[in-house]
C-alpha cells in the first residue's frame, strides 16, 4: 500500500502547458477521484504518474521513492484503460496473468490470484473466451481483472466506465466501490463524468485547464465550491448563476432582490454597489405555493420556459431579466405551465456569491 | 431484393436490377473467359508432343493425358527443371522473409515511435516503390560484379529484399498505425519491455498482415524473371523463370516442354496462396478496444 504524492508539476507539449504546479497528497487507500472537462490535463496527470508520460518539471512519488525516472513496469501499479486494451489475441485467463508470467511468478501463485480474482469479479466462466466473446461490460471486468491480480500498491483508472451504457455504468460504479473497499488500494480514478466523481471519491480533484481548481472531499465540493467553475461542474442540474449588484445586504437587479445571510453580507462589505454573480443550486429555489423556505423577502421574477416533470421532481427552466436561464427544483404536483410568469424564492442559507473577474466564490474567500 | 422506403416500387426498379445484374454477369464471365485462357492454353498444351501442337494447335484438348513433357522437363540431363526449382526456393523464401521481417521492424517503427523526420523518412522510404527497377541494372550489375557476388543467388535475393522494403513497411506500418496506442501502453505497465511488446503482443496480430505480405512477395520474387537473369549466368545459379526461357532452342521452340515447365512453376505460388489464405482474417483486433 502507497500513498501518492505529487509537488510543482508541470507538463509542457512544446509550447501548450498541459499541467501546471499540480500539488496533490493522495493518502494510503484513498480513491482519488480527477474530474473536469476534456482537455483540462486530468488524463494526462494520470499517464505521468503511470510513467507513460514524462513529468516535464516537479517530482512525482508513491510509497516513499521518487518515480520520475522509474518505467511504468517498476512502479508498482496497474492501469485500467477507458478502451480496456486487452490483447485480442489471448484469452482472458492469458490477458489476466501476463504480468504475472512476465515477471516469472510462480505457476500456482498465477493461477490462485487469476482465480481469485476472477471471483471477486465473477467472471470465473469466461476465463478461456477471447476479448472479442466477450460484452462490453465483461471486457470491463476483465480489464479490472488483470488490474487486480497484479497486487500494486496503485490503482490507476482512466474514464473506465465511459464506454458502457448508462445501466451498467451505474453498476459498475458500485463494483469498483465496493472493490476498493475490499482490497483496500490506493486508487486514482480519472472521469469528465461529475456524478460518478461524486459517488465514488474519498475525495476529488476538480481541474481546469491544466490547474486545480478544488480539492475536497464530495459533500464539501457541493456545499462549499472554491470558485464558479467549480460550482457549476459540481451538481446536476448546475447551479444557477446570475449577475446582480450589491447593495448592503441584498443582491438585486431588475427580476430579483435577494438577502444575503450574515456570513455573506460580511464578506461583501467591499462589493457595496458593484456587480457580482449570484449563485444558487436548483434546489435551494423554491416556487410559490409549493415551498418550505422560511423567508419570504428573498425573491426571483422568472418566466417559465420549459417545465420538465420528472416524476420525484418537476424542473422549471426559467429565465431572469430576460437573459440568465435558471432551473428550479420544484415539487412535482405545483401546477405551472410554459409562458407563466412566477415568483420564486431562495433560501438564504445557500446563496454563494462570486467575484465578477476573478470567480472566486466570496462566501468562503 | 428491392430496397424498403425507397420511394420507387414496383417494376421499374426491379426490371432495372435484374437487367443490371445480368449486364454485370455476362461482363464478369467474360473476363473469367479472357483471364483464364493462357491458363488453359498452357494445361491443354503441356499434354502434347511436338507434333501434335503443330497439327492440333494450342487450343484443342489433348489426345491423351501423355506426361512426356513433364518427365522431360524434369529431367537433369534435360530440362532441369528440379534444380531451378529448387533454385527458387533458396531465392525466394529468404528475400521474401528478409523484407518481411525488415518491412515489419520498420513499419512498427514508423507507427508507434514519434521522432524527428519519421513522416519524411517515411515518404523516402516509400518514394522507393516509384523507382523503376530498370534504372538500377547496370549500376546493379556492376556493384554485384565489384562485390564479387555476381552469379550467386544473393545478389538476387540482397536485390529482392532491398526492393521489397518499401511496399513491406508501407503495409505494416498502416497496420501497426491501426492497433491502438493503449494495447502498448497496457504491456509497458504489465512489465513488457519494447522487445516483448514487439514479439509477444503486436507480432501475434499481425498475421493478416504478415500473410498478405508473405503471399505478395512469395508470387513477386518467385515469378521476377528480370533480376535473376541478369545477375546469373550459370545453370547452377538459374532460377526456374530463367529456366523456362532456356528451353527455348535457337531455331525451335518446345511448346509442350514449356507448357509443363510453366505449369510446374506456377505450382508453389499457388500452394503459398492456399497456405496463407486462412490467416486473412479480417479484424483480428476485434475486441482489444471498445470502438
Known amino acids: 500500500m502507497a500513498e501518492v504524492v505529487l509537488e510543482h508539476v508541470y507538463k509542457r507539449f512544446g509550447s501548450v502547458t498541459a499541467v501546471q504546479d499540480f500539488n496533490l497528497q493522495i493518502d494510503d487507500e484513498e480513491f482519488m477521484v480527477f474530474v473536469g472537462p476534456s482537455g483540462c490535463g486530468k488524463t494526462t496527470t494520470l499517464r505521468m504518474i503511470a510513467g507513460l508520460e514524462e513529468i516535464t518539471e516537479g517530482t512525482c512519488a508513491i510509497g516513499d521513492r521518487v518515480v520520475n525516472d522509474v518505467p511504468p513496469k517498476d512502479r508498482d501499479i496497474a492501469m485500467v484503460f477507458q478502451n480496456y486494451a486487452l490483447y485480442p489475441h489471448m484469452n482472458v485467463h492469458q490477458n489476466m496473468s501476463f504480468g504475472l508470467r512476465l515477471r516469472k511468478t510462480p505457476k500456482d501463485e498465477i493461477e490462485r490470484r487469476v482465480r481469485e480474482a476472477a471471483q471477486i469479479l465473477q467472471i470465473e466462466h469466461l476465463l478461456d473466451r477471447r476479448p472479442r466473446e466477450l460484452s462490453g461490460g465483461q471486457r470491463q471486468r476483465v480489464a479490472l481483472g488483470r488490474a487486480i491480480v497484479r497486487e500494486p500498491k496503485v490503482f490507476l483508472m482512466d474514464e473506465p466506465l465511459s464506454n458502457l451504457d448508462a445501466k451498467l455504468r451505474v453498476e459498475m460504479r458500485a463494483s469498483i466501490s465496493k472493490l476498493h473497499r475490499r482490497l483496500g488500494v490506493t486508487t486514482i480514478y480519472v472521469t469528465h463524468d461529475q456524478v460518478e466523481a461524486m459517488t465514488m471519491g474519498t475525495r476529488i480533484v476538480v481541474m481546469k485547464d491544466g490547474l486545480i481548481q478544488q480539492v475536497d472531499s464530495p459533500i464539501n465540493l457541493y456545499d462549499k465550491p472554491k470558485n464558479r467553475f467549480v460550482a457549476g461542474f459540481i451538481g446536476s442540474p448546475a447551479m444557477n448563476f446570475m449577475v446582480g449588484t450589491v447593495e448592503g445586504d441584498r443582491i438585486k437587479s431588475g427580476q430579483f432582490d435577494v438577502k444575503t445571510d450574515e456570513l455573506l453580507s460580511q464578506k461583501l462589505q467591499g462589493y457595496n454597489g458593484k456587480k457580482v454573480y449570484l449563485g444558487i443550486r436548483p434546489e435551494n429555489i423554491g416556487l410559490e405555493g409549493y415551498t418550505t423556505i422560511p423567508e419570504r423577502d428573498n425573491v426571483i421574477q422568472a418566466n417559465v420556459d420549459v417545465v420538465e416533470p420528472l416524476g420525484a421532481e418537476t424542473h422549471l427552466i426559467a429565465s431572469v431579466d430576460g437573459e440568465a436561464s435558471i432551473v428550479a427544483r420544484v415539487d412535482p404536483h405545483a401546477e405551472v405551465r410554459a409562458g407563466d410568469k412566477v415568483k420564486l424564492f431562495a433560501d438564504v442559507k445557500f446563496l454563494h456569491a462570486f467575484d465578477l473577474d476573478t470567480e472566486v466564490n466570496l462566501r468562503f474567500s | ?291
Open chain 2, 1 to 291: 431484393m428491392i430496397r424498403v422506403g425507397s420511394g420507387k416500387v414496383g417494376k421499374p426498379i426491379k426490371w432495372s436490377y435484374l437487367l443490371g445484374r445480368t449486364v454485370l454477369f455476362i461482363v464478369l464471365t467474360a473476363l473469367l473467359i479472357v483471364f483464364m485462357l493462357p491458363v488453359y492454353g498452357v494445361i491443354v498444351t503441356s499434354f502434347k508432343s511436338v507434333a501434335e501442337v503443330s497439327t492440333s494447335g494450342y487450343w484443342n484438348l489433348p489426345q491423351s493425358l501423355n506426361l512426356a513433357n513433364f518427365i522431360k522437363v524434369l529431367n537433369p540431363d534435360d530440362g532441369n527443371l528440379g534444380l531451378y526449382l529448387k533454385n527458387s526456393l533458396l531465392l525466394t523464401i529468404p528475400a521474401s522473409v528478409f523484407s518481411i521481417a525488415l518491412g515489419t521492424l520498420a513499419g512498427y517503427g514508423l507507427a508507434k515511435y514519434s521522432f524527428n523526420g519519421n513522416a519524411a523518412l517515411f515518404v523516402f522510404m516509400v518514394a522507393g516503390m516509384f523507382l523503376p527497377p530498370q534504372i538500377a541494372l547496370i549500376p546493379i550489375f556492376r556493384l554485384m560484379n565489384d562485390i564479387g557476388l555476381y552469379d550467386t543467388l544473393w545478389a538476387v535475393i540482397i536485390i529482392h529484399t532491398a526492393f521489397g522494403i518499401p511496399i513491406c513497411t508501407l503495409i505494416m506500418r498502416n497496420f501497426f498505425y491501426t492497433v491502438p496506442n493503449a494495447l502498448r501502453e497496457a504491456a509497458l505497465i504489465d512489465g513488457a519491455n519494447d522487445y516483448g511488446i514487439f514479439v509477444r503482443i503486436m507480432l501475434p496480430l499481425t498475421r493478416p498482415a504478415l500473410a498478405v505480405l508473405a503471399t505478395l512477395q512469395f508470387t513477386w520474387i518467385w515469378n521476377d524473371f528480370l533480376w535473376p537473369f541478369i545477375l546469373t549466368q550459370r545453370a547452377d545459379s538459374r532460377t526456374v523463370m530463367v529456366g523456362i526461357l532456356n528451353l527455348t532452342g535457337q531455331y525451335s521452340v518446345d511448346w509442350g516442354g514449356q507448357a509443363a515447365a510453366s505449369f510446374v512453376a506456377s505450382l508453389p505460388t499457388l500452394v503459398i496462396f492456399i497456405f496463407f489464405q486462412r490467416y486473412f482474417i479480417r479484424g483480428l483486433t476485434v475486441g482489444a478496444v471498445k470502438g
